[in-house]
């Protein structure tokens, strides 16, 4: 199945996709946290309810949220997952570079980043002048666990969905290399435009590609991950609690702006696609936004959630 969160009748809304059209299920199923969080009876509800409605809207014309709105804390994150994209960035890092690692890297990004598939995304020149692309692949956890073995890890996957790693590089190399900060802006990390359940795709031959303003920058398959999901969701969860509904990205493969010879960084204006074998695309407009300015009651950004 393929689950989407919509907007219609100034309600939030989640809906089955089948080929261009979104069936709307009740709003009384809650947000697919709660469907998640319902485990195998959530999806059999869905696929019955699905079967009952009669509310249909056309895919193409949709207001389309994010489908995963609601976090409990920080996204997780993988980096260097794709060796190619390890290897480009060697003498990128002003200094920072690192030996090879011998186990995945993890990082968190703040939730207030997330947008929907086809909303503009936040940016201001203020902040950054290199504003990078990274397509991925994302997993939403659907079992809440710890200490996962690599042999039980994908009883613990609920889905998939694309999601745009927006970072800014100078803002990562001014704090010292580490990445939450450079990788945590408002409103500039799309996800979608839909999850896939895990058993309507094969996340071992997922093509991801970014394209911006039409050019092809990425395009690389989920074979060439360094550490396959078994191995992150094992190691990301020794000691560590994965919790049912968390969003969990594995990594950009390469050919980011900021390995190109010249670079070649986001602008105002510029439309960037990210797409996915079997999981739609995601399509977005770097849109000039006042990130910089001070706000009365920064951090509560106002987004369109489930309530």
């Given at each position: 199945?393929?689950?989407?969160?919509?907007?219609?009748?100034?309600?939030?809304?989640?809906?089955?996709?089948?080929?261009?059209?979104?069936?709307?299920?009740?709003?009384?199923?809650?947000?697919?946290?709660?469907?998640?969080?319902?485990?195998?009876?959530?999806?059999?509800?869905?696929?019955?309810?699905?079967?009952?409605?009669?509310?249909?809207?056309?895919?193409?014309?949709?207001?389309?949220?994010?489908?995963?709105?609601?976090?409990g804390r920080d996204i997780l994150c993988?980096?260097?997952?794709?060796?190619?994209?390890?290897?480009?960035?060697?003498?990128?890092?002003?200094?920072?570079?690192?030996?090879?690692?011998?186990?995945?890297?993890?990082?968190?990004?703040?939730?207030?980043?997330?947008?929907?598939?086809?909303?503009?995304?936040?940016?201001?020149?203020?902040?950054?002048?290199?504003?990078?692309?990274?397509?991925?692949?994302?997993?939403?956890?659907?079992?809440?666990?710890?200490?996962?073995?690599?042999?039980?890890?994908?009883?613990?996957?609920?889905?998939?969905?694309?999601?745009?790693?927006?970072?800014?590089?100078?803002?990562?190399?001014?704090?010292?290399?580490?990445?939450?900060?450079?990788?945590?802006?408002?409103?500039?990390?799309?996800?979608?435009?839909?999850?896939?359940?895990?058993?309507?795709l094969d996340w071992r031959d997922v093509?991801?590609?970014?394209?911006?303003?039409?050019?092809?920058?990425?395009?690389?398959?989920?074979r060439l991950m360094a550490f396959d999901?078994?191995?992150?969701?094992?190691?990301?969860?020794?000691?560590?609690?994965?919790?049912?509904?968390?969003?969990?990205?594995?990594?950009?493969?390469?050919?980011?702006?900021?390995?190109?010879?010249?670079?070649?960084?986001?602008?105002?204006?510029?439309?960037?696609?990210?797409?996915?074998?079997?999981?739609?695309?995601?399509?977005?407009?770097?849109?000039?936004?006042?990130?910089?300015?001070?706000?009365?009651?920064?951090?509560?950004?106002?987004?369109?959630?489930?309530?």
């Amino acid at each position: 199945m393929r689950i989407a969160a919509v907007r219609h009748g100034g309600a939030a809304r989640l809906g089955v996709v089948d080929g261009d059209t979104v069936t709307l299920l009740p709003e009384s199923i809650g947000d697919l946290v709660d469907v998640i969080l319902g485990g195998a009876d959530g999806r059999d509800e869905i696929r019955r309810l699905a079967t009952q409605s009669r509310e249909r809207l056309a895919l193409d014309a949709a207001r389309l949220l994010p489908p995963i709105g609601r976090f409990g804390r920080d996204i997780l994150c993988t980096g260097w997952n794709y060796w190619d994209h390890f290897e480009e960035g060697f003498g990128r890092r002003e200094g920072q570079d690192v030996p090879k690692p011998d186990h995945p890297t993890f990082f968190t990004k703040r939730p207030d980043t997330v947008i929907g598939p086809h909303d503009p995304i936040a940016f201001d020149p203020a902040l950054s002048h290199q504003w990078d692309y990274e397509a991925e692949l994302a997993v939403v956890i659907g079992r809440t666990g710890r200490n996962i073995a690599a042999a039980d890890a994908m009883d613990h996957v609920w889905g998939y969905c694309l999601a745009n790693d927006v970072s800014l590089r100078s803002v990562q190399r001014a704090h010292g290399g580490q990445w939450l900060k450079g990788k945590s802006v408002d409103g500039t990390m799309p996800i979608g435009p839909y999850v896939v359940t895990a058993d309507a795709l094969d996340w071992r031959d997922v093509t991801l590609q970014c394209l911006v303003d039409g050019q092809v920058l990425q395009d690389a398959s989920t074979r060439l991950m360094a550490f396959d999901l078994p191995t992150l969701i094992a190691e990301a969860s020794t000691g560590m609690t994965l919790h049912a509904g968390e969003l969990f990205l594995t990594g950009t493969p390469a050919g980011v702006g900021n390995a190109r010879t010249p670079q070649r960084f986001l602008k105002e204006g510029e439309e960037v696609v990210v797409r996915g074998t079997g999981l739609g695309e995601l399509r977005n407009r770097m849109t000039l936004t006042d990130l910089h300015s001070p706000v009365r009651g920064a951090g509560t950004r106002e987004r369109e959630v489930f309530s």
